[in-house]
């Protein structure tokens, strides 16, 4: 992890995900946290709606909002010439091209969702940006082992 000082600033390198991934995903969030708030509070009883139906109701919907529009906007990757780094919500991640080994690149596909193994064994997922480039970057710079040699290397992770 990165300290805030070296934190990338230029904006023009950074790659944002895709606004309509992050805004899926909080409305399947919303309407689970809707339908648990629902529940605990209304009862047995589903129409009229309880009192309190109309204090959380806004109060999720204002939330919802607010942490979706601070993910889209707070949520990227820098692509430099070693490494990527991964800005979360003012926290940064940095991944070597060099500690890669290996990409699943079916499931990478099927996803949009970088699935690669780094030299310890670990897995890390990283979303797709909006073009795809993070992907093609790993792909294209990482010293990658095939299938079989990856396997060989760590014969207890399952692919």
Known sequence: MLDN???????????YLSAKRII???????VIF?????????????YP?????YIYTPFLIFLSVLFCYMSIKQTYYVIEKKRI?????????QYYFSEIIYVDEKWSEKHKTVL?????????????????????????RSPLLSREEFQQRFPNVKL
């Open 116 to 140: 690669f193994y780094q030299k310890d064994g670990h897995s890390r997922f990283l979303a797709f940006d909006k073009n795809g480039e993070i992907y093609q970057a790993i792909l294209e």
């Open 24 to 30: 899926t995903i909080f409305i399947i969030m919303f």
């Open 34 to 46: 809707e339908a648990i708030f629902y529940f605990s509070f209304q009862g047995k009883d589903f």
């Open 5 to 15: 000082k070296s934190m990338p600033e230029q904006k023009e390198n950074r790659l």
């Open 49 to 53: 709606f309880h009192f309190s139906f």
């Open 85 to 93: 780094i991964h800005v979360k919500m003012g926290k940064a991640f």
